[in-house]
């Protein structure tokens, strides 16, 4: 069995500070142990049984995070350590009886190897007094984490449910409205036919009405949007028209009549089709129609919008889809500021500086949402109402690179290398809980072995994300 030295021991940082006494306990109770590339050295869940520290080579750290294996470290730095890592923990909790993850080597590694049973309790009597601190640090955080991961999810879930129904809310009602005056509309139109029926309308004038029906139809789709003072010139230009030939109700009809697209020259064309004592069975004809048309594309309008918004809602959530795949990250940005625009209001412009031609990226797409949620929620913070958000993309060699700018007034650089620790938040008190950032590192560094990188400056605070194009290589 291969042992190391307590010189060699001492060469170790975890080790280096240690008396001869106990190096040389650890060289006499550790051992040498060698492991081929591609080959595991412990396996998420089974019994934490060796403490690990790494001597050569490069190891791989992941996790089973809802059935799916996630990297979440990936390391060749000589004296990094895994493994039983918790075995000086005094009560048997899951961190300390289990692994808590799965390691593999990449490459041909050499560890020295511990045995938990012995590491634990040693470690308890050389340090008695940092025990207890390590175990109260320890305990607090874990619960303090626990409790404020919670919350920041359920904040962050009322944050986009809230947002989401009230974007859906305003197609939803322009919907229910539309549909209303349709069946009025409609109704009329019923009315109409019984007078056609009764012999009130002559039938030989049917043939010119339906083919006026059918040209104002078309006008409909090709009517132009009119600036108010304009629509409201032709307004009165065709209420006049109309009452000049006698049509009761020409300050009702007229609004319609425009917004359809007919003007006063159409109405004389169309009116000369059409024997004079029924001209204005003819008009309130044609307005019926136009109104009905007009209100069907209010409805197409707002219930493609209500698809659009579910549409971005799955996209955001990436329901329904496998959690590493491969995406447009132009698609993940649109579908995320669909999700916060209720946050925006009317002060701050979005600008989108897209690189169409960015190929795609293999990610995983839900946790990158995330990333860009909390990188524009904190943009919008330091605007306060009123700025430009900036979103650009480009490539970088073999990274994907997305920029988030803000004309907020910037990050102190007393604080700029804090902005990513767990827990540090520059927000008001309770208005940030400091996880928002420490995710995004994670989710971006640990997970898809990118960078996160950011300059400020008052008026330009910018946060550049650089993703793996292919994470292999990128490897």
């Known amino acids: 069995m291969e042992k190391l030295t307590p010189d060699e021991l001492r060469g170790l940082f975890l080790f280096e500070r240690l008396d001869d006494s106990k190096l040389a306990w650890l060289a006499e109770h550790g051992h040498v142990e060698r492991r081929t590339a591609g080959t595991p050295i412990l396996t998420e869940g089974e019994d934490a049984t060796c403490f690990f520290v790494l001597l050569e080579g490069t190891v791989a750290l992941s996790r089973n995070i809802g059935g799916e294996i996630v990297e979440t470290n990936r390391t060749d730095h000589r004296g990094s350590y895994f493994g039983a890592t918790q075995s000086y923990l005094e009560a048997d909790i899951p961190s300390k009886t289990t692994y808590q993850m799965t390691v593999h080597s990449i490459t041909d590694t050499a560890m020295f190897q511990l045995p938990a049973a012995d590491f634990g309790p040693i470690i308890r009597e050389w340090f008695p007094m940092a025990m207890h601190l390590l175990e109260g640090l320890f305990f607090g955080l874990q619960n303090t984490q626990r409790m404020t ?35 009025e509309r409609v109704a009329g139109m019923r009315h109409k036919l019984a007078m056609l029926a009764s012999g009130a309308i002559d039938p030989k004038t049917l043939p010119s009405l339906v083919l006026l029906q059918e040209d ?22 065709v209420a006049d028209w109309l009452e000049s030939r006698g049509i009761q109700g020409s300050w009702d009809l007229a609004p319609t009549l425009v917004a359809g697209g007919l003007d006063v020259d159409w109405l004389a064309e ?12 003819a008009v309130r004809w044609i307005a019926y129609t136009v109104e009905t048309e007009t209100l069907m594309n209010e409805i197409e309008d707002a219930t493609t919008r209500v698809s659009t918004l579910v549409g971005a809602a799955k996209q955001y959530s990436q329901m329904d889809r496998a959690p590493f795949q491969v995406v447009d990250v132009h698609d993940l940005l649109d579908s995320t500021l669909v ?41 919008l913070a330091a605007m306060d109402g009123r700025g430009t958000l900036t979103l650009r993309t480009f490539r970088d060699d073999g990274f994907a690179v997305v920029e988030v700018s803000d004309t907020g007034s910037g990050i102190p650089p007393e604080i700029k290398e804090r902005i990513f620790e767990p827990f540090f938040t520059t927000k008001a008190v309770g208005k940030g809980t400091g996880l928002g950032l420490d995710i995004t590192w994670r989710i971006v560094v640990n997970k898809h072995h990118g960078d996160v990188r950011v300059e400020s400056a008052p008026g330009r605070t910018t946060f550049q994300v650089r993703i793996p194009i292919n994470p292999l290589k990128a490897q």
């Not at 986009?160 to 197609?171: D, I, K, R, V, Y």
């Not at 169309?270 to 069975?281: G, L, R, V």
């Open 339 to 379: 999700m916060l625009n209720a946050k925006f209001g009317d002060g701050i412009e979005v600008v989108k500086d897209y690189d169409r031609s960015l190929p795609l990226i293999s990610a995983y797409a839900a946790e990158l949402n995330q990333v860009w949620t909390n990188l524009i929620d904190n943009a």
């Open 216 to 237: 104002a139809v078309e006008r409909v789709a090709k009517a132009p949007k009119l600036q108010p003072m304009e629509a409201s010139d032709r307004e009165d230009e």
């Open 270 to 281: 169309a009116t000369a089709k059409c024997p004079q004592a029924t001209a204005e069975a």
């Open 149 to 183: 991961s919670q919350r920041e999810r359920l904040l962050a879930l009322g944050s986009l449910s809230a947002g989401l129904t009230h974007e859906l809310n305003n197609p939803a009602a322009a919907a229910v409205r539309a549909t209303a005056a349709l069946r």
